[in-house]
């Protein structure tokens, strides 16, 4: 179920962790390609390209971070199957992981 967000089903799981990663690296990925392009077309040579690259990282950057976050709180409340407890939530950890942290139901 691509573009929509959805809970309780398990296949939907593994879909929530590779949204949130996609998000979450893909914001570090975007200023590591953009913010280079940033530093060689400065501000004083070529302020139009250097105005269109920040806006693109500025407004990219909030979009990945932004889906990121949607999926995070997705995660948190998606319940385990076997369980039906919080799937990634512990007292120790609620680091995304395949593994369920009470039951140990794994959902690959």
């Not at 691509?2 to 809970?7: C, F, N, W, Y």
């Not at 893909?26 to 077309?41: E, V, W």
């Not at 512990?90 to 140990?104: A, I, Q």
């Amino acid at each position: 179920m691509k573009g929509v967000i959805a809970l309780g089903n398990p296949e939907d799981y593994p879909d929530l962790v590779r949204r949130y990663w996609r998000g979450f690296l893909g914001g570090f990925a975007l200023f590591a390609i953009i913010g280079p392009l940033l530093f060689i077309f400065g501000q004083r040579h070529y302020p139009v390209v250097s105005g269109v690259l920040a806006m693109v990282l500025g407004v990219g950057f909030l979009w990945c971070w932004g889906s990121a976050v949607a999926a995070w709180s997705a995660i948190l409340r998606f319940r385990c199957p076997r369980c039906g407890k919080r799937f990634a939530l512990s007292c120790l950890s609620s680091w995304p992981t395949s593994t369920c942290k009470h039951c140990g139901l794994f959902l690959g």
